[in-house]
């Protein structure tokens, strides 16, 4: 049985009726003592009144304290009621209008609620729950849009923004700004998004723009993949190019591929129709990596890292070479050193190719008994070993005494990695997986997620936010996406990059300052100001231009038989050869050290012998012009009798008769030094005879 006690304020100047109801429950083992009761009526003003009132209540079950201000403008109930221990409930309030509660209603029993909603306000109004099981009605709409969502976290704890799927979208033309701190995308676990079936035992892979170029030991080829569509590469070309190949590189317009039989350099510089450019024959080469004009493999017959001179792809050169170990197999180049790991020495390497013909050891450290492959990002190397089943971070800011920074357990038989900014890849022959590790705390490298990816992946290169595996079970190339941010348009004051892919143009401002190589395909290199180079430059032979651009000469390489000769085309479309060994019009040279001038246009030819026009400008003058040194000596030859042959007959009848006038000018001046010399052994008879007498006379 329930009576209810109304009490009823009623202001007159009729703004407001106020019913304050307390229902007790008259039970016999309820027994209720007011301790105190205060009313206060406070008018303000002749419209505005408000009514506080405050009780404290006591009964056999517990008690609560409540305070109440009602004001008549807002129609609001402000303050708080507040039950302690008091079972069961004894205390109802009912409201026939509704209730706003401006403060807060707390309980340390439980609050049942047949309903309860929020007014909808600007945002639409929620309900949310705190980690400790507060109800508050937010000014947002519960998580649906980013302001809602942000206020779902504890405070100073920080806010997580949860989509149950798809993206959280940001809308609004002021877009996101962060006042301070960072803003860090973090990986989850990567998406396998597209895949093409390549070949039986695909061994290698590397990515250079919208292209992957895969080599493949059972079709024995190289294979170009265009994958600018991730979730549909393609087959655009391939070349067979030997037997068992095992490793491939890709520089400019060309890749570098490795097989049994040594070196071989393939034009890529049409996708479709790869074509064989050069090659280079040594025995069992392992790994392949080219910085600049160099190429720098490991010999696994010799056991020891060869460096090639390939800024002529049809006809690598070997430049130096250094033993490093019995069983190297993998290298990579940064900067002036290269780093080897070596199953032998169990160690990583560190070799100083600042001079590529006398390669030299800097420094080693002992790393576990089978490394497999290394990465060189920054100060760090990163080497995944097959015995110790780990990562390691190898500290190399100091190449003479590398030292370990940190590892990571990452599961059996890891074959290859890559770094790309914060992160390492690795993937597993034996876990099957491709795995994404936080390596921003070298000290401490950590999991950030994973994708079994198929059994026995063998190689894989990271481009962008995609990695790329070749995977041998399946015999296909997987895309991978391992996540990143895309965005239409991006200003950075400052970027800190792992690995760096520009699909257009690079535009700099400033300075561009490369420590490595750097390699610049068909475009070519094109300078406003200066070029300074202080080691030196190769040109390779290639197609001779043929037109000649206003306000520019153009030098290039190229190849005459057995030699190749620098020219250079100028404004007029003259065309001279810069290196002294054009004897084509001539037909033979004057001497062994004899030198010409070449020059053409559309006109004719000129060629002169050099050594020979100095030789008769010496018997003419009886002066010494030419100094020559052959085989260590001096050529001490006197001029005086110095014989001159005569050019050989060549072209037409014009040509004859010029060599006909030049040799009558030639028999001339013979016959005049003849002359000469006669009357200088008279002059000379002449003063001895001189001498004679005037020391008869005294």
């Known amino acids: 049985m329930a009576i209810i006690v109304g009490v009823v304020l009623t202001i007159s100047e009729g703004w407001f009726n106020y019913r304050w109801f307390r229902e007790k429950h008259l039970l016999s083992s309820y027994t209720w003592s007011y301790l105190a009761q205060v009313v206060r009526l406070r008018f303000l003003w002749s419209r505005r009144v408000t009514v506080e009132i405050i009780m404290n209540h006591t009964c056999a079950h517990g008690s609560f304290y409540s305070f109440f201000s009602l004001n008549n403008r807002s129609g609001r109930l402000l303050g708080a009621l507040l039950f302690l221990n008091v079972t069961p409930p004894l205390v109802e309030v009912t409201l026939g209008a509704g209730l706003n509660v401006d403060g807060d209603i707390v309980t340390a029993g439980s609050l049942t609620l047949s309903s309860l909603s929020c007014a909808p306000n600007s945002n639409g109004g929620a309900l949310t729950t705190d980690a400790s099981g507060m109800v508050t009605c937010s000014n947002d709409d519960g998580g649906s849009t980013l302001d ?41 676990n990567p998406v396998l998004v597209g895949s093409l079936g390549i070949g039986a035992e695909p061994n290698s892979v590397v990515v250079s723009g919208r292209y992957a170029y895969v080599v493949d030991s059972a079709s024995d080829d190289l294979k170009v993949i265009d994958v600018s569509d991730p979730s549909a590469p393609s087959l655009v070309g391939s070349l067979g190019i030997g037997t068992f190949p095992v490793s491939v590189y890709v520089s400019g317009r060309y890749a570098y591929v490795t097989d049994p039989g040594g070196l071989r350099v393939i034009d890529v510089s049409d996708p479709s129709a790869p074509s064989l450019a050069g090659s280079l024959i040594f025995s069992q080469p392992v790994s392949v990596v080219v910085s600049g004009r160099y190429a720098y493999m490991i010999d696994g017959l010799n056991s020891d890292l060869k460096v090639f ?33 070596d199953q032998s020495s169990i160690d990583l390497k560190v070799i100083d190719v600042s001079d590529p013909s006398a390669p030299s050891l800097a420094g080693s450290l002992a790393i576990g008994a089978f490394p497999t492959s290394v990465v060189v990002s920054g100060r760090y190397a990163y080497v995944v070993d097959n015995e110790s089943v780990d990562l390691k971070v190898i500290d190399v800011s100091d190449p003479s005494a590398p030292s370990l920074a940190g590892s990571l357990g990452i599961g059996t038989f890891p074959a290859s990695v890559d770094v790309s900014g914060r992160y390492a890849y690795v993937i597993g022959f034996g876990a099957s997986d491709l795995k994404v590790i936080d390596v921003s705390d070298p000290s401490a490298p950590s999991l950030a997620g994973s994708l079994v990816v198929g059994f026995e992946p063998f190689s894989m290169v990271v481009s962008g936010r995609y990695a790329y595996v070749v995977e041998q079970q399946s015999d296909e190339l997987k895309v991978i996406d391992v996540s990143g941010a895309e965005v239409t348009s991006l200003i950075a004051h400052s970027l800190e990059a792992g690995n760096l892919q520009v699909r257009n143009d690079i535009i700099a401002q400033g300075q561009l300052q490369v420590t490595g190589g750097v390699n610049v395909g068909a475009g070519g290199v094109f ?38 000769e620098l020219k250079v085309r100028d404004e007029a479309g003259n065309i001279t050869t810069l290196s002294p060994h054009n004897f084509s019009l001539i037909g033979k040279r004057s001497e062994p050290m004899a030198w010409s001038f070449f020059s053409e246009n559309d006109h004719g030819k000129i060629n002169v012998d050099m050594l020979r026009a100095m030789r008769l400008l010496e018997s003419l003058s009886g002066e010494r012009l030419v100094h020559t040194e052959i085989n260590g000596s001096a050529d001490n030859t006197t001029t005086g009798n110095v014989s001159v042959g005569l050019p050989e007959q060549v072209g037409n009848g014009s040509q004859s008769n010029k060599v006909t006038s030049y040799q009558k000018l030639i028999e001339a001046v013979t016959e005049l030094k003849g002359e000469n010399d006669s009357l200088k052994a008279q002059n000379e008879a002449m003063v001895s005879r001189l001498a004679a007498l005037e020391k008869m006379l005294n």
């Open 309 to 341: 001179d390939v800024s002529d792809p049809s006809a690598p050169s070997p430049a130096g070479s250094l033993a490093i170990g019995a069983n190297p197999n993998s290298v990579v180049v940064s900067g002036r050193y290269a780093y080897v790991v």
């Open 527 to 564: 300078s406003d100001g200066n070029v300074g180079i202080s080691g030196t430059i190769a040109i390779a032979d290639d197609i001779a231009p043929t037109s000649s651009p206003t306000n520019l000469v153009q030098l290039y390489a190229q190849s005459l038989g057995a030699t190749s």
């Open 148 to 188: 809602g969502a942000y206020d779902q976290g504890g405070a100073g704890a920080g806010r997580t923004i949860t989509a149950d799927s798809g993206a959280v979208l940001i809308e609004g033309i002021g877009g996101l700004e962060l006042d301070s701190g960072d803003l860090l995308q973090i990986p989850g």
